[in-house]
């Protein structure tokens, strides 16, 4: 049973340009988060989806980011016109429900370099 | 709003001694979930230990046992018998118990294991 699949490993842009992060959750799991980790940090949420949904997107900033869960396909979070800033690792994690027992597994991540 | 603090950025530990991570929390929910993910730096997010709120038995998964004080919130993370691969990022993460599930993370501990 595959895991979270993330890709790229590693993603290199120049400023200015757009960033594509892609993520397959489990088989079978419906609810994706991505997570933002800056170096020497720890993880921060930044958006909650289910199929077709944004459910939660408290976490990503208003401008240049936007995330999407279509019904065929991988999520992918879309950053443009990147900045120096956006440097980071970004995560990954799948469940199947929210049901409280359920834990999340996460993807290995994609680090994103701006130079 | 939750937070989660580890007062530890480094721990050092002696192989097959027994190491003790701190995690402290704060939230106004009674419903709510604790974990514990490892990062070794292939950069993996590993989930170790879990523990639900509402459970007043500490939770253990072989060498890996919590010391959980909900009046305290405090979430602690003990290694016994420390091995090499031990060596890696602790992350403490909270996860409300409502919907929303997303995940509140520490910015965690460095474990170093001497050999």
């Known amino acids: 049973n595959a895991g979270v699949m993330q890709n790229p490993r590693h993603l290199v842009r120049r400023r200015g340009q757009e960033a594509r992060l892609r993520c397959s959750p489990m088989?079978?799991?419906?609810?994706v988060y991505w997570y933002r980790q800056l170096p020497e940090e720890g993880l921060k949420f930044m958006v909650y989806?289910?199929?077709?949904?944004?459910?939660?997107e408290s976490g990503m900033p208003k401008e240049r980011f936007s995330a999407e869960f279509p019904k065929e396909g991988p999520s992918i979070l879309r950053i443009q016109q990147v900045v120096r800033g956006d440097s980071a690792a970004y995560f990954c994690a799948s469940s199947p429900t929210v049901v409280r027992t359920q834990p999340q597994h996460f993807g290995d991540g994609t680090r994103l370099s701006i130079l | 709003a939750q937070t989660v603090t580890q007062s530890q950025p480094e721990m050092s530990v002696q192989e097959a001694e027994t190491v003790t991570l701190s995690c402290t929390y704060d939230?106004?929910?009674?419903?709510?979930?604790l974990f514990w993910y490892k990062q070794p730096p292939s950069r993996q997010m590993i989930l170790v230990i879990r523990q639900e709120a509402y459970k007043q038995q500490n939770a253990t998964e072989n060498r890996f046992s919590v010391n959980f004080q909900k009046a305290a919130k405090s979430f602690s993370l003990k290694i016994s018998d420390s091995q090499l691969g031990d060596a890696a990022m602790y992350f403490c993460?909270?996860?409300?118990?409502?919907?929303?599930?997303?995940?509140?993370f520490g910015k965690g501990t460095k474990l170093s294991v001497k050999p």
């Open positions: 088989k079978g799991h419906s609810h």
């Open positions: 939230t106004s929910e009674s419903d709510y979930y």
């Open positions: 993460a909270y996860r409300s118990g409502g919907s929303q599930g997303n995940l509140i």
């Open positions: 989806l289910q199929k077709e949904n944004i459910i939660d």
